[in-house]
């Protein structure tokens, strides 16, 4: 039933410059090919220009709609990307004076995206939005067959083949919907049952491909498939990141964001995105290394903003400080916040201090000091330790031992009554 791409398809791209646009033209064209070939097609030629706005009719205008059509003979195309979305009658004429197959950029992402969903809720949400994106384009292949049957010997069951098509897509959209909905129900179910265990949940964020996975897999030890490539993670996946002071929470990672995505992917990835719309902090992840890093970081605002993540507190991540020779290193507000972490996942530079970052915003109150303990108090020092206090031990001259703590306040006060301590042991 889709449209999908077969290895070695050659494909010329098509990508304009509107006045209300703000990326570079360069960057846009190079994104479009790394997604083109990303879906399995060669890319052999690239038709550039500007307009004040689309034709309504080919998008492009007749003009550059015969100079495409001379590249695709010429070069004998197989496939013509477009840049942008095409309304069905645009992607149709289109088709008919170029004389081939002709995808717009919603088609192109949503082919790569079910060639790399691999889990079960996964593949739901692509074929969801598939189906609505299909919806709107049945009448290729079957304009044979758009009248109603009538006359002696053709008098049918009363509908054309395209209504029964849209009639039968209607039912599987009904029923991945009520699928997805369940699934949407357990995963806040995941996530109250979270809340009340008092574990907060951090998720990464970031541009296709700015090195989540990486970070992620860095992070918690996890083996998360990740790869020098454009949304090669489609399937969130939930760990435990362990903090210091023995604080620890869930991190999720998830799919990437893009400019311009698609609306059908945003309500079909509803599910997936709202770990983000509920998560306690956000990690945006950002490629240091990219020089249009600020457009890409806009274009995630975007996303963000139409999942209703836009008041999530969010902490920048710049990753890849390796590939610039920066230093890892915490920048902060002017109010003494975290705002900004540099870090390398591939060499592990900076990743305590992300660490420390992040149950610095997530925590509570923090009690910091010097607890001075006898030989006696072993059953205390071990306590602390599996809390994830100690920060560092120093042995004293009488064989007592002195601790550098970092704790949560709730749980000083808890070990204060416990062991029966007094706030003046603990020298801040």
Same mark, same amino acid.
């Given at each position: +039933?889709?449209?999908?791409?077969?290895?070695?398809?050659?494909?010329?791209? =098509?990508?304009?410059? /509107?006045?209300?646009?703000?990326?570079?033209?360069?960057?846009?064209?190079?994104?479009?090919?790394?997604?083109?070939?990303?879906? @399995?097609?060669?890319?052999?030629?690239?038709?550039?220009?500007?307009?004040?706005?689309?034709?309504?009719?080919?998008?492009?205008?007749?003009?550059?709609?015969?100079?495409?059509?001379?590249?695709?003979?010429?070069?004998?195309?197989?496939?013509?990307? #477009?840049?942008?979305?095409?309304?069905?009658?645009?992607?149709?004429? !289109?088709?008919?004076?170029?004389?081939?197959?002709?995808?717009?950029?919603?088609?192109?992402?949503?082919?790569? /995206?079910?060639?790399?969903?691999?889990? #079960?809720?996964?593949?739901?949400?692509?074929?969801?939005?598939?189906?609505?994106?299909?919806?709107?384009? *049945? =009448?290729?292949?079957?304009?044979?067959?758009?009248?109603?049957?009538?006359?002696?010997?053709?008098?049918?069951? @009363?509908?054309?083949?395209?209504?029964?098509?849209?009639?039968?897509?209607?039912?599987?959209?009904?029923?991945?919907?009520?699928?997805?909905?369940?699934?949407?129900?357990?995963?806040?179910?995941?996530?109250?049952?979270?809340?009340?265990?008092?574990?907060?949940?951090?998720? !990464?964020? @970031?541009?296709?491909?700015?090195?989540? $996975?990486?970070? /992620?897999?860095?992070?918690?030890?996890?083996?998360?498939?990740?790869?020098?490539?454009? /949304?090669?993670?489609?399937?969130?996946?939930?760990?435990?990141?362990?903090?210091?002071?023995?604080?620890?929470?869930?991190?999720?990672?998830?799919?990437? #964001?893009?400019?311009?995505?698609?609306?059908?992917?945003?309500? %079909?990835?509803?599910?997936?995105?709202?770990?983000?719309?509920?998560?306690?902090?956000?990690?945006?992840?950002?490629?240091?290394?990219?020089?249009?890093?600020?457009? !890409?970081?806009?274009?995630?605002?975007?996303?963000?903003? $139409?999942?209703?993540?836009?008041?999530?507190?969010? *902490?920048?991540?710049?990753?890849?400080?390796?590939?610039?020779?920066?230093?890892?290193?915490?920048?902060?507000? %002017?109010?003494?916040?975290?705002?900004?972490?540099?870090? $390398?996942?591939?060499?592990?530079?900076?990743?305590?201090? *992300?660490?420390?970052?992040?149950?610095?915003?997530?925590?509570?109150?923090?009690?910091?000091?010097?607890?001075?303990?006898?030989?006696?108090? @072993?059953?205390?020092?071990?306590?602390?330790?599996?809390?994830?206090?100690?920060?560092?031990?120093?042995?004293?001259?009488?064989?007592?031992?002195?601790?550098?703590?970092? +704790?949560?306040?709730?749980?000083?006060?808890? *070990? +204060?009554?416990?062991?029966?301590?007094?706030?003046?042991?603990?020298? =801040?």
């Amino acid at each position: +039933m889709f449209d999908r791409y077969e290895g070695g398809q050659r494909a010329l791209l =098509v990508s304009l410059q /509107f006045p209300d646009s703000s990326r570079d033209p360069n960057d846009a064209l190079a994104e479009l090919t790394e997604l083109t070939e990303s879906a @399995g097609a060669s890319v052999l030629d690239c038709v550039g220009g500007s307009r004040h706005r689309p034709d309504p009719r080919l998008y492009v205008g007749a003009g550059k709609a015969d100079e495409i059509a001379e590249r695709v003979t010429l070069h004998n195309i197989d496939l013509v990307v #477009f840049n942008h979305a095409l309304a069905p009658s645009q992607e149709r004429n !289109l088709e008919r004076v170029l004389q081939c197959r002709v995808l717009d950029r919603t088609g192109l992402i949503l082919d790569i /995206f079910s060639q790399r969903a691999r889990s #079960f809720e996964g593949k739901l949400q692509v074929e969801l939005a598939q189906l609505r994106h299909l919806s709107t384009r *049945l =009448v290729r292949g079957w304009t044979h067959l758009e009248r109603q049957k009538g006359g002696i010997g053709l008098r049918g069951p @009363g509908e054309t083949q395209l209504e029964t098509d849209r009639r039968l897509i209607g039912h599987r959209i009904k029923r991945l919907s009520q699928t997805l909905e369940r699934v949407r129900a357990r995963r806040e179910r995941g996530r109250a049952s979270r809340r009340k265990a008092d574990i907060a949940t951090v998720s !990464l964020v @970031g541009y296709t491909n700015a090195g989540k $996975s990486t970070l /992620f897999n860095a992070l918690t030890d996890a083996e998360v498939y990740a790869a020098d490539r454009l /949304f090669a993670t489609l399937d969130p996946t939930l760990r435990r990141l362990d903090l210091p002071g023995g604080q620890e929470a869930v991190i999720a990672d998830t799919v990437g #964001f893009i400019s311009d995505l698609p609306h059908e992917l945003v309500e %079909a990835f509803h599910a997936t995105l709202q770990e983000s719309a509920e998560a306690a902090l956000l990690l945006h992840v950002i490629d240091c290394a990219d020089p249009a890093r600020h457009e !890409l970081v806009r274009a995630v605002h975007e996303v963000l903003d $139409s999942v209703g993540a836009e008041r999530v507190p969010c *902490l920048e991540v710049y990753t890849k400080v390796d590939l610039r020779e920066e230093s890892a290193r915490i920048e902060r507000h %002017a109010d003494g916040r975290p705002e900004r972490v540099w870090v $390398s996942a591939i060499s592990g530079d900076g990743l305590g201090l *992300l660490r420390e970052a992040v149950a610095e915003l997530i925590g509570g109150e923090r009690v910091r000091g010097a607890l001075t303990l006898a030989p006696s108090d @072993g059953k205390l020092r071990a306590t602390l330790y599996h809390l994830g206090a100690v920060r560092e031990e120093r042995p004293l001259e009488n064989g007592a031992l002195e601790l550098d703590l970092d +704790m949560d306040a709730v749980d000083w006060q808890r *070990l +204060m009554k416990r062991e029966g301590l007094s706030e003046a042991r603990l020298r =801040v």
